[in-house]
């Protein structure tokens, strides 16, 4: 564990650097890139600006997220235990991903409005897919002969699920979250560009406009440290929530 | 064998009173191909039958079918005839524990835990758990209660299902092929265990392993040809489990191979 933050901060260390040398390097004017130096300095000037912004964005990811799980986790659940559904269904699924959810940024702040709602629906609308997929194919590979002790054991169909298939399927499900927090930013951003008042994609489109490209790299930083930390907060619930699960460390270890 | 561990008090409870189970007219057809046909048959209660046969003849299938486990098959098109019932003429619900092969314990359940999981899945509260730690005791694995079954070893993971079964406490045993996934000696392990903590109860067990049917049943029979059929009962002398170096056991162990690898494939 603390070989792991040690890791990180040289990594980051290291990037930091690589940023700066490349500003040397090129002797870019701060208007392309700025270095590390002038970005802390508006960052610590302008921390209420960001912050506020930071907090509705992290709000929509966050609301996103859970939106998306949620209804990702129910639709596998029902396909699974309602054939038609997952006969009809999921052929629409898999045909709907044909469609750039981008494209759609734009009709859902149509339909939706400038605030906030567009941009949960357009994160969840972003993640429910690969949640959806992982889990479903988690209740799948239930393995039969658990089921079958379980009806020698006179459990009905109910306790199956809750006991056996629901719990076997975590691990599945599990992969399909990770993804779901990873990519949850890009769709709550997205919307943000589109049309919005509020948020860090807002905020680095307005600096942009105004040359205030420092800012832009302010916000930046502060998206991706917000989506690591969400990243890696969800990854240690699951890997304590799924200690039974052999493989999730060997993955961890693999990144 | 002199590694065995001695014999500890096991009798947890007295298996409840048993009847004969009854195959009358059975018969089980795959894809309108007739596996086992109008099969008859009475196993007597309270002793342990060996169905033995070489892979695919149907052993399984006839286990699965007495468990009532093909009538809710969804993969492909089985079709099951015939009354299986106890010589009373009652149905074998809830009378009936199975042993797999696979241990088929739950991953992210403790070895406690996975003894008592009937009772989660009939949710009921489990019975006190004084149950569960004498089964776990009489299988040695009273130290390893709260470990993952990840933690242990196949034999032991085997012996968890073994506890299991007999947390059920129900009269009639139901084991396919339970310990053909062990080491050899883990195998004869199992053997011995399994046959001191099953006595009283009705036992059916699959199995392609003519020493194993030899150490443990009552009954042997041959299961052979398509449709399949019971051959006559061959029953050892001697008390279960017999030992691996006993001249009659070895003897019959050779008859038995050579009858199964006479049979037609």
Known sequence: MTGGLARSVVIAGGLVLVWQVIVWAT????????????V???????????????????????????????VGLCSALTMVYCRPVQLWLLPVLVASQAIPVFALAPLLTLWLGYGMPSKIVMAALIIYFPVTATFLDG??????????????????????????????????????IRVAIAVAPIGAVVGE?????????????????????????????????????????????????????PDINAIEHTK | MANVKPPEPVRVS???????????????????VPLIHKLNHRFTS?????????????KSMLLRAILGLLSDTVTGDI?????????????????????????????????????????????????????ADQLLQATGLRERADDLPAQLSGGMRQRVALARTLWEDKPIILMDEPFSALDAISRLHAQDLASRLLVGRTVIMVTHDPLEAIRLA??????????????????????APRAVDNTDVLTLQGQLLSQLGEVPH
């Open chain 2, 79 to 131: 079709h099951v005839e015939g009354s299986i019932a106890t010589s009373a003429g009652s149905s074998l619900q809830g009378r009936v524990a199975y042993m797999a092969q696979q241990d088929l314990l739950l991953p992210w359940l403790s070895v406690h835990e996975n003894v008592v999981v009937g009772g989660k899945l009939r949710n009921c509260s489990p019975p006190g758990t004084d149950r």
């Open chain 1, 27 to 38: 002797d870019a004017p701060a208007y392309i890139l700025p270095g590390p130096g002038p």
């Open chain 2, 218 to 239: 009552d009954h042997i029979y041959i299961l052979s040809g398509r449709p399949a059929v019971l051959g006559n009962p061959i029953s050892p002398a001697g008390t």
């Open chain 1, 193 to 245: 560009w589109v049309g919005s008042s509020q948020g860090l994609g807002y905020l680095m489109l307005h600096a942009n406009a105004r040359m205030q490209i420092d800012v832009m790299f302010a916000a930046l930083l502060i998206l991706t440290l917000m989506g690591l930390s969400m990243y890696f907060a969800l990854d240690f619930i699951l890997r304590r929530a799924l200690l039974w699960q």
């Open chain 1, 139 to 176: 209740l799948r590979r239930t393995e039969p002969g658990w089921v079958d002790l379980a009806r020698t054991m006179g459990a009905t169909n109910l306790s199956i699920l809750r006991h056996i298939r629901l719990p076997a399927a975590m691990p599945a499900a599990a992969s399909g």
């Open chain 2, 14 to 32: 007295d298996p409840p009173s048993s009847k004969d189970i009854c195959l009358d007219g059975l018969s089980v057809m795959v894809d309108g």
């Open chain 1, 40 to 70: 802390a300095r508006v960052l610590l000037e302008r921390l209420d600006l960001i912050a506020h912004h930071a907090w509705v964005t992290a709000l929509e990811i966050i609301l996103g997220a859970a939106l998306g799980i949620t």
């Open chain 2, 46 to 58: 309270g002793q342990w039958h060996c169905l033995l046969g070489i892979s695919g003849v149907g």
